[in-house]
């Protein structure tokens, strides 16, 4: 299947939210400045989020298509008319006016997949739109009325990428089952499929649980790409300067999927705090790690949320974005623009290459508590253990690994080379690496996107800071 995705051999990264037009009295923030600002920053996609097709200002839907397509963007559309498709109805307290699409006649089904396919002709012939964002944290029971219009998107528009997104692994049996709705639902009040296990205190039988919603997601939608958003830099029990093990964990399992399936997949990171959080301001080296921690497990899309602060959400006290809560082209902005210097200079490599496994060298450090026992939820903290599925203890020209703080290393291979990308897993020590050879090789190092030729049996890499990256690449 020829698409967008399949069709470019970089990483691509994509922003759930473009840039807000005005709403609840704000000022409107779509402008081509904020575009130019974020395709310099190395975004390729963005996404539509409160400017909506099939809605009376569906105008700013297409004035946010020219940008794009002015300053070299590519969207993701969003219609108004998706919603109905997989609407809960009365269970969902935001959409009561609506009926559930399982509650639709067969009538009433064609009426409604007649109305979007004309809404969808208006916009999805403009090559700058190359797909739908079509739903977003899905439930079991959204899948027969999104897989209703998805065959029909994909008969007439198979060129084009039909997106939705998943709810992570760390979510209540009510939103397993009916989508981000179930969110604000009693679990004991939700019907349960029998191939839903029970919930789990357990949090490491969550990506098992995880598992077996993914497997009937991709068994029944056919996906173009497998996402997820679960979300590593939040405090945790109270307690900051930790990261939420889902960075792992999902990312090693959507690596998992895209080898046994043969499908892209991709990962959301945050760019800043919904809520005002203890953490302060999102730092470079939590951006960065974000960013290399997916790289590092070959995911073929980083999607960041809210990418451009969605101003129509006044309720939430925080900020976030590369364009922030008041216009302004923040500081993550400029850290996603120092990121892509080295993720340009790799990104075709490891895509064209195929995700062998993840090693691990040194001790980790962290400046979070030494104790955890006495903290909330402390087992969603990373402490230095990788996820088994993809952990491997050697890779073919690789003698010894070692380092000062703990980095890890996605190791790929191509037809002709094998690759490292080494990411310092901190995000508050600096490290050296040292990766030594079984021989005198030549080798491509790349860092901070400037690749330098070395002839050596090894490789050392000295001051790597919290999060960041180095790459290396030699002959089979």
Known sequence: MKNYLSETEGIIVGLFCAPPHGSNGNPNYMTEENYRALKAAGVDLIMGNNEIFSTPEEGYAFASIALCEKTGLKYF???????YFYSIGKLCPWTKNKKAFWEYSEQEKKDLLERYAKSLERYMKNDTCVGVKFSDE????????IKYAKDYFDKEYPDKIFFINMLGYNVSDAEYMYGMPGAGMPDKATFRLKEMPEVSV???TKIGRWDIFANKVLDTLDLPVLTQDSYAMEPIGGV???VNRCLYD???YLATVKKKRGIPVGNFIQDGHWDKSSRGPLTKSEFDLQVNVLVAYGMDMILIYPGCWPTETNCLTGNAGLIDRNGQVSPVCDYMKLANRQLRAVDKDIRSATFVGMMAAGEFKSLQPKDLSGIEWNDAIFVGELPPD??????AGVREVKATSQCILGCF????HRMCYIVNNSISFAADCFVSLDGEKEIAYIRDGAEEKIVSDKVEIYGLPAGASAFIKYKK
């Open 77 to 83: 559309a969003y219609d108004d008319l998706s919603g």
């Open 138 to 145: 899905i439930g079991w029971a959204m899948l027969d009325g």
């Open 202 to 204: 357990e949090y490491a």
């Open 240 to 242: 900051n300067n930790v």
């Open 250 to 252: 999902l990312s090693s």
């Open 390 to 395: 993809t952990l491997i203890g050697a890779f």
């Open 413 to 416: 291979e191509s037809e002709t």
